[in-house]
T-cell receptor, first 110, second 113 residues
């Protein structure tokens, strides 16, 4: 099956810094999503981005489908950005079914 | 308010006992999912359902069972056959199109004593 690898596994930033999170996947995908899990466990969808670039406030994401990777950019980080960021891609032959990477744990210090 | 609710938030179980986790959604989503999350790990799929009265095994279904008698509800039973049930359990729902996102409940933290 498709493999999803995220890097780095852990990231510590000072408030105000910028960061880039990476997601590599081993096969072509029709669906790629980025999620944020806050320290209390709630997951929120950030982007649906199987290709191209999207921006939402201080967050943006780019997926280069031909090279099988996606990047999540966080600018001017805030302490509320802390948590775990997951990349998920579609599972072949099963609509709506996602495979998750292991995540990048981000800690933003004041 | 539309959303997904899970209960209870915390659950303690003695070894050998079955326990049922509740998941309800009022988003009118066709598909529902159960995931397990262990510390430092991603989400692993336990079971999913795309239609009432039908469900499919995910990657780690052994020791778990589900039912889908109503569109809104997808309870998960952790049976005594599950060897290491202590984990964080997340329920999600979504549409059936490949472009649809999944919406997650707040999770249930299960601890086996």
């Amino acid at each position: 099956g498709i493999q999803v690898e995220q890097s780095p596994p852990d990231l510590i930033l000072q408030e105000g810094a910028n960061s880039t999170l990476r997601c590599n996947f081993s096969d072509s995908v029709n669906n790629l999503q980025w999620f944020h899990q806050n320290p209390w466990g709630q997951l929120i969808n950030l982007f649906y981005i199987p290709s191209g670039t999207k921006q939402n406030g201080r967050l943006s994401a780019t997926t280069v489908a031909t090279e099988r990777y996606s990047l999540l950019y966080i600018s001017s980080s805030q302490t509320t950005d802390s948590g775990v960021y997951f990349c998920a891609v579609d599972r072949r032959g099963s609509q709506g079914n996602l495979i998750f990477g292991k995540g990048t744990k981000l800690s933003v210090k004041p | 308010d539309g959303g997904i609710t899970q209960s209870p938030k915390y659950l303690f179980r003695k070894e050998g006992q079955n326990v049922t986790l509740s998941c309800e959604q009022n988003l009118n989503h066709d598909a529902m999912y159960w995931y397990r999350q262990d510390p430092g790990q991603g989400l692993r799929l336990i079971y999913y359902s795309q239609i009432v009265n039908d469900f499919q095994k995910g990657d780690i279904a052994e020791g778990y069972s589900v039912s889908r008698e109503k569109k809104e509800s997808f309870p998960l039973t952790v049976t005594s056959a599950q060897k290491n049930p202590t984990a964080f359990y997340l329920c999600a729902s979504g549409g059936l199109r490949i472009t649809d996102t999944q919406y997650f409940g707040p999770g249930t933290r299960l601890t086996v004593l």
